[in-house]
């Protein structure tokens, strides 16, 4: 009854306002001097022009804007619906002399052009700021209602005044509850230097953060920049460790796409941020296209990349999604999780081990997949070396038993996710993978499914990365052990990724290899010194790094392309191509059949030796490089104060595509 009545009121308020302002603007017009013929020209046409407005506005959905949350957005709305009613009354005010020879009355249609501006404006303004007022008051009633002294508030300084920080500020002041009293803004912008964004101060530059904690007295500093380069992080870090603040950080852009932040997952600064670089621009209307309305599966949804997928794939409204998972636990964690934010109903859970052929056979007949991400895999490079049948098994004919599932029920695109450790590969996970790209390769030679391959490098804090397993040393008192100190690899943090591979597969036309661009290699040494700093701690003095030589299997320099690759740009500047030949389908299938006889296999070398005639690139592994006797000496400069040292001459990047 009470939201009947709210309704009805809010219905009657914006019908008064449109019949005000038209009356307005007839009085407006002819200076309150209306002689008959317009009193009854502002009668006759009052009830139809009042009524043609608010059928506009309704069918923009204006009727529907909840009053005390009205923004720009609606603003916006409210101005474009008024406006198409101001365009059909002016083409009425031109028509209407035309129909006075059949009917009199068309001349009441004639609104003069000055009235019909003047009412434009009267209305706009009433709309807009009957709900701009009630928005208003609700905030001051919030405010009112809440108790300060229940709800300690920490000053804090912001670094950052751009969108993102726009945004913080904004959620700072309209949400007292969460604690938090914005003392200042430091940006490098000198152009907001002395501006206020939402009642905040820009108070200057980064580099004056020690003056201004001196003189403002924050207990914390916040870094309100989305997604903000790491030399910037590392920045902020070096000049808040000076002032003894601690320094927490927002969520990354991909967390706040939809123009909202929450600052309840404002968290401590991690090495992922250190690593960062400019956020990605994704053409959002070609991947739309890709997945709304589409039926989608990914293979692996439980793990690191696969459950991201996922999780960004919900975003884009597909009409359903297959999670394909053998773990039952994972399963469980991913399906629960989207359940909550995506339809239930849309969400499929299957348990389905990719080898098994009559359960994939099943599971595509059921759910008729017309977008297939393959991300199950065996990924860990020392495992799979005393695992090596088992590599061959899972990498190779899963993604063939996936691929060809695709193929028979039609699928419309096959997007395999590959890895870096596929070029020129020295360990036996990284020829498996290398042999499931060749065969999708050679099946869209004959299919009329689109297949496509993306390759990257490392995942930030994916399952077996090294984040983890440093993060237990530390925790243990160390020591932290780093295979090589010369050992390099590319990083990405999990939501860029799997953003690029649904770009990725957005733009593939069939048969192509897509290359991520991973930025600048990292040093491992390096990321264990920055690692230990986020913890607390002085690498060497109080956390040493201990060098245990390199794992079989492992690269000292990993590469994205091979020489005889040409990398050839995309339309999105992160995304390469790789256009390698494929190899015919027949070939590929009776290299295959030298395969099945391995997957069963526990020798390593009798592996190495099928998968060398298989992939003729494979190379031997670099375990005969030999760490050094000490560790570098303490003395060193730090990574936070100096450039990073990729120390790549020797490497065959030949995918350096920055």
């Not at 997604?227 to 910037?232: K, L």
Request: aromatic content about 6%.
């Amino acid at each position: 009854m009470r939201r009947l009545a709210l309704r009805t009121t809010q219905v009657l308020v914006d019908f008064a306002v449109l019949s005000l302002a038209l009356a307005l603007a007839f009085a407006a017009r002819f200076d309150a001097s209306l002689d008959d013929e317009m009193q009854k020209r502002l009668v006759f046409a009052l009830p139809y022009v009042v009524g043609f407005q608010y059928v506009t506005l309704l069918a923009f959905g204006v009727p529907r804007f909840v009053w005390s949350y009205v923004s720009l957005r609606e603003v916006r709305t409210i101005g474009v619906a008024l406006a198409i009613c101001a365009s059909v009354l002016l083409a009425a005010r031109f028509i209407a002399p035309e129909f006075m020879t059949f009917t009199g009355r068309a001349r009441y249609a004639a609104i003069p052009i000055g009235v019909i501006v003047i009412d434009y404006a009267l209305a706009f303004l009433g709309i807009s700021g009957v709900r701009a007022l009630r928005r208003i008051l609700a905030e001051r009633a919030k405010k009112s209602g809440l108790r300060v002294s229940q709800t300690p508030r920490i000053p804090t300084l912001l670094v950052g005044a751009g969108q993102a920080g726009s945004l913080v500020a904004k959620e700072i002041i309209s949400r007292p509850e969460l604690g938090i009293d914005p003392v200042g803004f430091l940006d490098d912008d000198s152009m907001k230097h002395g501006m206020a964004i939402h009642g905040v101060k820009v108070l200057g530059p980064i580099d004056s953060l020690l003056q201004q904690a001196a003189l403002r007295r924050p207990h914390q500093i916040v870094i309100s920049m989305a997604s903000a380069p790491g030399d910037a992080v590392r920045r902020v870090l070096a000049l808040a460790e000076k002032a003894e603040l601690p320094v927490k950080i927002i969520p990354g852009i991909f967390e706040i796409l939809d123009g909202k932040v929450n600052l309840s997952r404002i968290r401590k600064v991690s090495i992922e941020d250190l690593l960062g670089r400019e956020p990605i621009k994704l053409d959002l209307e070609g991947i739309e296209g890709f997945i709304r309305g589409k039926r989608v599966l990914v293979t692996g949804a439980g793990g690191s990349i696969g459950s991201e997928l996922c999780r960004q794939i919900v975003h884009f409204e597909p009409e359903s999604l297959t999670l394909v998972e053998r773990s039952e636990f994972q399963l469980f964690e991913i399906h629960s999780e989207l359940a909550q934010s995506f339809s239930s109903e849309r969400v499929i859970p299957r348990i389905c081990d990719v080898c098994d052929t009559k359960r994939l056979e099943n599971v595509f007949e059921a759910d008729r997949p017309q977008v297939v991400f393959h991300a199950a895999a065996h990924k860990h490079v020392p495992m799979m070396e005393w695992n090596p049948g088992e590599a061959v098994k899972n990498n190779v004919f899963g993604t063939r038993k996936v691929a060809d599932m695709a193929h028979r029920y039609e699928a419309e695109r096959f997007v395999l996710v590959s890895t870096d450790k596929a070029v020129n590969p020295t360990s036996i996970m990284g020829a498996t993978k290398r042999v499931g790209e060749m065969y999708v390769q050679s099946l869209s030679q004959r299919s009329k499914t689109k297949y496509v391959a993306v390759r990257f490098g490392n995942v930030l804090g994916s399952a077996g990365s090294v984040i983890p397993t440093f993060q237990r040393q530390i925790a243990a008192g160390g020591p932290v052990t780093v295979t090589h100190p010369e050992m390099v690899r590319y990083f990405m943090t999990i939501p860029e990724a799997c953003q690029l591979v649904l770009q990725a597969g957005s733009i593939g036309g069939g048969g192509e290899i897509f290359v991520l661009d991973m930025g600048t290699p990292v040093k491992i040494s390096d990321l264990a010194r920055d690692l230990i700093r986020l913890s607390g701690f002085e690498p060497e003095s109080e956390i040493r790094i201990e060098y245990s030589g390199v794992r079989p299997g492992e690269k000292l320099f990993e590469e994205l392309g091979f020489d005889g690759e040409k990398m050839n740009k995309t339309r999105h500047p992160k995304i390469f191509v790789g256009k390698l030949t494929a190899y015919p389908f027949d070939d590929v299938e009776r290299n295959l059949e030298l395969l099945a006889s391995v997957t069963s296999c526990q020798s390593s070398d009798e592996v190495r030796r099928m998968l060398r005639q298989v992939v003729p690139e494979m190379q031997d592994d670099a375990t005969t490089a030999e760490p050094p006797p000490t560790a570098p000496s303490p003395e060193a400069p730090s990574s936070a104060a100096r450039p990073r040292e990729a120390s790549l001459t020797s490497a065959k990047l030949t995918a350096r595509t920055t």
